[in-house]
């Protein structure tokens, strides 16, 4: 401008026409650059909003899916893996976009099931031989050996699947694996979402009469089952039961649960699967537990099942028909005042009543005769546990015939012989939570002829995946 100004007259006005020349174009283009990057800023707003109204939907299906309350014994986990993320697609013009996952059913699928996989495995020592342990049984009780071998045993590896199917139902499933083959154990589904404290269970389980029988074996605090849990029920409880189970959780101060089942009753000792038509048995319980001051709880409750029994014996070619009622009492106290000590005291009282007919010999030959038989035995276990950091210490008594041994046959009561009884301590120490080593031993006089079966188990048990936590 300044050198314009010092310019003649016709040459000055040239230079001032070509400055504002300039000056237009310059304004013009910026006034376009600034339109366009407005644009592109608005466009990436609008982008950055659309994935974030993905994320957050993608963030409410998951909530969705996950939610709702868990079954009883599954309130927790440990180590849960992280559920699967959406699959990322990268087809054109959708680049970075989230595929949304289906059910067999057509709806979003957006968890994976949890796994885990517990090995049981043994060495047995005892002072009989393999044959009397072969025959050994309890007499008025149950004519059933136990399934064991002198040495080395592999008794199961259990896979364990759960994940929740929807807002609404979980889903588990347990299927050990032996060296018979593969069995499955329980395969149900529990509702997460009903009201007023309702829940439903259906499939096959583990029926909630008692306290052990809905336990698996590697939850026990020792290697095998109670005695009178054997002779009343068998070596592992009833097992998995199909049918369907109701409970219901009342608002109180304390804690209640009220359960009623209908099952198939399918159990050789108590029902046998012959029994009836469709469902024959059916099962009543409460549970209640309370805080005992500022370290201890108490659970407690009394169990009833009820049904038509049909049930043949190999050992003597007998076979009993009639009705079964079996009532039990449970009771856990735990005392924990720290992480590395507690102590947990245990029993439950069994008490088997059955009225029918037994018939000795073939059920199709006319010669075999027919004896009305009632029984009315009773059973127990108290047992206790001693926690120092990783090491557990536990002693257990269990026996029978301790208030009831009727056993009437045609109207005479049957002298059987001794009184059954064991004594078992152990000793166990848990190197983590997902490793536990086990040695016990146990004086077992349950045979009523007279011979001490001294018995020892060095027991691991193993376990990997994620696991629903046990009950209390």
Not at 104 to 128: D, K, R
Not at 144 to 168: H, M, Q, T
């Amino acid at each position: 401008m300044a050198a314009c100004m010092h310019m003649g007259g016709p040459m000055k006005i040239r230079c001032l026409l070509v400055l504002l020349f300039s000056a237009t174009l310059v304004s013009s283009s910026f006034g376009e650059d600034v339109e366009s990057r407005l644009k592109t800023l608005e466009d990436t707003t609008k982008a950055q909003q659309q994935k974030f109204e993905e994320q957050q939907r993608l963030i409410d299906e998951l909530k969705s899916s996950l939610g709702g309350p868990s079954a009883p014994g599954a309130a927790e986990t440990a180590a849960l893996p992280t559920p699967s993320k959406p699959v990322q697609t990268a087809t054109p013009g959708q680049e970075g976009t989230t595929a949304k996952l289906t059910g067999i059913f057509g709806g979003s699928a957006m968890t994976n099931p949890y796994l885990s996989l517990v090995v049981n495995t043994f060495f047995y020592g005892s002072t009989l031989k393999q044959k009397e342990l072969d025959s050994r049984t309890v007499p008025g009780f149950t004519n059933v050996p136990v399934d064991v071998r002198k040495g080395f045993n592999f008794d199961s590896a259990e896979l364990f699947i759960f994940a929740p199917v929807d807002p609404y139902l979980t889903l588990y499933a347990n299927i050990p694996v032996t060296e018979s083959g593969t069995e499955l154990e329980e395969a149900y589904f529990v509702t997460s979402s009903l009201p007023g404290g309702l829940q439903v269970k259906g499939g096959k389980f583990k029926s909630g009469f008692g306290r052990i029988n809905g336990q698996h074996p590697h939850a026990w605090d020792f290697v095998d089952a109670p005695l009178n849990y054997r002779a009343f029920m068998g070596a592992e409880g009833m097992g998995g039961e199909k049918g369907i189970q109701v409970t219901w959780l009342p608002e109180l101060p304390i804690y209640l649960q009220l359960g009623i089942e209908a099952l198939q009753g399918e159990n050789d000792q108590l029902f046998g699967a012959d029994a009836k038509d469709g469902p024959h048995a059916f099962t009543i319980f409460a549970k209640t537990s309370m805080e005992i001051g500022d370290s201890g709880t108490i659970l407690f409750g009394p169990s009833f099942i009820k049904g038509k029994a049909n049930i043949p014996t190999v050992a003597d070619n007998t076979t009993f028909t009639g009705n079964t009622d079996l009532f039990g009492f449970e009771m856990v106290y735990k005392w924990k005042p720290s992480r590395g000590t507690g102590f947990i005291l245990q029993s439950e009282y069994l008490y088997r009543k059955q009225t029918g007919d037994l018939r000795m010999g073939d059920v199709a030959d006319p010669a075999s005769t027919v004896a009305p038989l009632t029984r009315a035995q009773d059973g127990i276990y108290v047992q206790g546990l001693y926690q120092i950091e990783r090491w557990r210490v536990g002693a257990r008594y269990d026996v029978l015939d301790l208030i009831k041994k009727d056993y009437i046959l045609s109207g005479s009561q049957q002298s059987l012989g001794k009184q059954p009884w064991r004594a078992t301590g152990a000793l166990e120490f848990n190197p983590s939570e997902f490793t536990r080593v086990r040695l016990q031993y146990t004086r077992d006089e349950s045979s009523r002829d007279g011979k001490t079966n001294n018995e020892l188990y060095l027991q691991m048990l193993l376990g990997i995946g994620a696991h629903a936590a046990h009950s209390f």
